[in-house]
């Protein structure tokens, strides 16, 4: 029998706490760490492909020549010089912004947790794409907001979609506080918003009187080198921008940040002082230095064609492999491949049979709040090696299939057809 343990703590928790719990999914994870799983379900970038050399030869020369800055605690907006450098590295974006607009943060995800204290009380209705970062659904859960997805498809949020739940929140007597968006290789469908659909979200954003918080971690990491105008560019006064070092650089660096409007700005600089006082002072000069004395773009590029050609490893073999009454979204960028399997199959109960063949993925509902996404899973394509991708999809593919293969034995499934 499984005991169950009560939390003696649970009486004293705030409210916005009381409903925060590990998921069942995260358990699972546990096994998926296993060497012997091909895990496509982690978000990790492969900083095995850094010059980690550069790296130590940069960190030795801050603590030489600027140790006790860099030791010392630093102010609440941001390293001055560090802001300079990342002005430059959205620069590289043909995003222009002063370094005073901007407010580093602990990684983008810190960014979104601000956000989300200073816009957010209890009920508060943000919207998002469905499926949506599950990092950002967190933040918004954990001070109470209610998310309302608007639904996507492969050229990303569906304007049409946003004016339905509009209206349906005007009927209602509603507001939403902000839309969150991730316009370029969304975070899980892998998709990116058409210059069009741009347009039309921007166009949107002034008609409906709404705050954009636009995420974009991946926008340097097009296959192709290319990059579609930010919507910040498009409205500035209208949008939040959220850029970070993560995929660019490391994720164990924490370097993230914010641009805003100057009010908002402001009050996101006094949120992150009583969060933490100011950034690691220590990674900001690191990541200043790295910035300034490599050749990062290089680096990106390594990064663009390394996960470009694990992109192309998975494609082709779901391509090979899968059953054709499932599809999956065509990247061309970032790191995540966004799979539906076939109408009714469920992608969490499918888990377990997954792991008992070595391979894991996340499934889709951990990217809705509102419990949608049974039938849809995730997929990144950035750690593991393209050896190692063909083998997963390879073993995923095996399971599907049995799936398939055992509803059509029990329920005669006539909608089910040949296995490729
Ligand atoms: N936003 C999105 C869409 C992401 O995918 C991630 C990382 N998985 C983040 C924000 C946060 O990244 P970090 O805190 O490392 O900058």
Redesign the pocket.
């Known amino acids: 029998m499984t005991e169950v343990r009560l939390d003696p703590y649970q009486g004293r928790y705030a409210r916005r706490a009381r409903g925060m719990t590990a998921s069942e999914i995260r358990a699972l994870f546990a096994v998926a760490t296993r060497p012997e799983i091909v895990s496509l379900a982690g978000?990790m970038p492969y900083t095995a492909a850094l010059d980690n050399e550069a790296v130590a030869a940069v960190t030795t020369a801050v603590l030489r020549d600027q140790g006790a800055a860099a030791l010392q605690y630093g102010g609440g907006q941001g390293l001055e010089a560090l802001r300079v450098r990342l002005a430059d590295v959205m620069t590289a974006e043909h995003l222009d912004a002063n370094p005073d607009d901007l407010v580093v943060?602990?990684?983008?995800?810190?960014?979104?947790d601000l956000i989300s204290r200073l816009f957010l009380n209890p009920g508060d209705i943000v919207l998002a794409e469905g499926p949506a970062?599950?990092?950002?659904l967190g933040a918004f859960s954990a001070y109470q907001g209610h998310v309302v997805h608007i639904d996507m498809d492969e050229h990303g949020l569906i304007p049409e979609a946003l004016d339905d739940t509009m209206a349906a929140l005007q009927h209602a007597g509603r507001a939403a506080k902000f839309l969150y968006t991730?316009p370029n290789h969304?975070?899980?469908a892998g998709v990116s918003l058409s210059m069009a659909r741009r347009e039309a979200l921007v166009e949107r954003a002034a008609r409906y009187d709404l705050l954009l918080v636009e995420?974009?971690?991946?926008g340097l990491l097009d296959f192709k080198g290319e990059q579609l105008p930010c919507l910040h560019t498009m409205a500035p006064e209208r949008v939040i921008y959220?850029?970070?070092?993560?995929?660019i650089f490391s994720?164990g660096i924490?370097?993230?940040w914010a641009v805003a409007p100057a009010p908002i700005r402001t009050k996101l600089t006094l949120l992150k002082e009583t969060a933490d006082l100011s950034q690691s002072n220590l990674t900001q000069y690191v990541a200043e230095r790295w910035l300034a004395t490599q050749p990062w773009l290089d680096q990106v590029a390594r990064f663009r064609e390394l996960y470009r050609e694990r992109c192309d490893a998975m494609l082709e073999e779901l391509t090979r492999q899968l059953p054709n009454d499932c599809s999956w979204s065509i990247p061309t960028g970032g790191?995540f491949v966004w799979l539906r399997l076939p109408d009714g199959m469920d992608s969490k109960e499918l888990l377990p049979s997954a792991l008992n063949a070595r391979v894991a993925y996340v499934p889709g509902r951990a990217f809705y709040a509102d419990g949608s996404g049974g039938s849809e899973m995730r997929l990144s394509f950035c750690f593991p090696t393209s050896e190692r991708i063909r083998e997963g999809v390879r073993r995923l593919a095996t399971v599907i299939r049995d799936q398939d293969a055992l509803r059509a034995a029990l329920y005669g499934d006539t909608t089910r057809r040949s296995s490729s």
């Open positions: 978000g943060t602990n990684g983008g995800q810190q960014a979104l970062y599950v990092g950002a991730v969304q975070n899980p995420d974009n971690p991946y959220l850029g970070t070092l993560s995929k994720p924490r370097i993230g790191f």
